[in-house]
């Protein structure tokens, strides 16, 4: 478990979940109409996965250029979900 913390897999592992959680939460609305839409959850999750995917990019020793980019998408979903709530 030391291993999978240490080396950032772990960090893959969540991405994974935020996929499935998206699909799910997705398929739930589209069978019910409830919940929340996905044109306002993708923004959302996409954000959170840019900041989760420039953490890996660090722990894995990866060029700091990546990790800047991945950071950069983070602020723009992050500026297009914001934008999406404001009213």
């Known amino acids: 478990m030391t291993a999978l913390f240490a080396s950032g897999r772990i960090i893959d592992w969540i991405l994974l979940g935020m996929?499935?959680?998206g699909c799910a939460l997705a398929a739930l609305h589209a069978r019910t109409g409830r919940g929340v839409a996905p044109r306002a959850l993708v923004p959302?999750?996409?954000?959170g996965m840019c900041v989760?995917?420039?953490?890996r990019l660090v722990l894995g020793g990866a060029w700091w250029g990546y990790a800047s980019a991945a950071l950069l998408a983070a602020l723009l979903f992050h500026v297009a979900d914001l934008a999406g709530k404001w009213s």
């Open 52 to 55: 989760l995917l420039a953490m």
């Open 44 to 47: 959302n999750l996409l954000s």
């Open 19 to 21: 996929v499935l959680e």
